[in-house]
């Protein structure tokens, strides 16, 4: 295998198997996104420790002034113009220390989807993270008082109950340390709030917990979205919720023509039905959801390198697992930041596969 490890995407007995299951993800993205680029994603050297997180992820971001920035990954797959000829416009890291359904099968409930995380995962890379920090300042940096870099998602972030937008043009900074923790933003976004039938809620605990509030839905969701703040032996979330690919429209990506369309009944009903069925597609359930599941969120300098296994390519109507790179950064390349979101499960009964 490419790193001859022996482990992980390497394992003689699952990593072809596993690799199957993240060329399946890749597929499923490339059918739900209709862009003109291939994003170049690392999956870098497997962890084998089987402690906090399960993977984790992340796409880089130019720093180059404050604003909202959609990230490499977004800027390649919607322009087909390679942000940087010399880093990957995202990564994943994968521990394979945990229990792992590795192959396209039921998952038993002592085991973690692969499918489902790595799915998660690149969800984040495609954009679905948020910028903003415990203070509602910016995690990356800034430039100018008042302001900051933020990602495009942020720029939709709402609070629920009075349409207080918390990022303004510009990166502008309209959000509070109470923001962050008020179980009260949405994501406002014009096409994902036309489906759902409301601003889709947003995983805002009082606890807050860097790299899993503000960056996922609310927990109490039901159906279960993929974008959820935890996950837990057995769960499986291998497809997107109507209303999350519209979420990834408004970011700005363009659909194909096999995904829900916004407005799913364009001709009304003269007659409604007084006892409609719940939205297929989720809607705001009452309280009692699970607890948030995640770490990290620390922006990192990836100038300095390590060891990526791997490139999984994402769009273009592709889908391959190819080839080796090692990343590294010169002096007066443009400065990147990395936001990583790990996933880490809730329950799991951690008995390992021999």
Aim: aromatic fraction near 8%.
């Amino acid at each position: 295998m490419i790193d001859n490890t022996g482990f992980g995407f390497d394992d003689p007995a699952e990593g072809a198997t596993r690799q199957a299951t993240v060329t399946a993800v890749l597929e499923y993205i490339s059918s739900v996104l209709n862009v003109p680029g291939i994003a170049d994603i690392e999956f870098q050297r497997s962890q084998s420790d089987g402690s906090g997180f399960l993977a984790a992820a992340g796409s880089l971001v130019s720093v180059d002034g404050d604003g909202f920035k959609g990230g490499f990954t977004f800027d390649h797959l919607t322009t087909g113009v390679d942000p940087s000829s010399t880093a990957p416009d995202g990564n994943v890291t994968m521990d394979f220390g945990w229990p792992w359904n590795s192959d396209m099968g039921p998952t038993p409930s002592n085991e973690i989807d692969l499918y489902s995380v790595v799915l998660h995962e690149l969800t984040h890379a495609l954009g679905i993270a948020s910028y903003a920090s415990s203070t509602g300042g910016s995690k990356i940096g800034s430039f100018n008082a008042g302001s900051g870099i933020f990602s495009t998602y942020d720029s939709f972030l709402q609070r629920g109950s009075t349409g207080k937008q918390l990022y303004l043009a510009g990166g502008v900074i309209n959000a509070t340390s109470a923001d962050m923790r008020s179980d009260d933003i949405v994501f406002a976004g014009p096409n994902a709030t036309m489906v759902f039938g409301s601003a889709p809620p947003i995983h805002a605990p009082s606890g807050y917990s860097s790299g899993s509030s503000i960056s996922h839905w609310a927990s109490s969701l039901l159906p279960e979205p993929v974008m959820l703040a935890s996950t837990t032996g057995g769960r499986e979330g291998r497809e997107y919720l109507g209303w999350e690919i519209q979420a990834l429209a408004d970011l700005g990506y363009p659909l194909s023509g096999q995904v829900p369309d916004p407005d799913p009944d364009p001709d009304p009903d003269p007659d409604p039905d007084p006892d409609p069925d719940p939205d297929p597609d989720g809607g705001p359930m009452p309280d009692g959801g699970i607890d948030p599941g995640f770490d990290g969120g620390t922006p990192i300098d990836p100038g300095d390198g390590g060891t990526p296994t791997r490139v999984g390519e994402v769009g273009g109507n592709t889908s391959t697992l190819t080839g080796t790179c090692s990343v590294h950064t010169t002096k007066g390349a443009p400065p990147w930041a990395l936001v990583v979101l790990g996933l880490i499960p809730l329950v799991v009964r951690r008995t390992r596969r021999s």
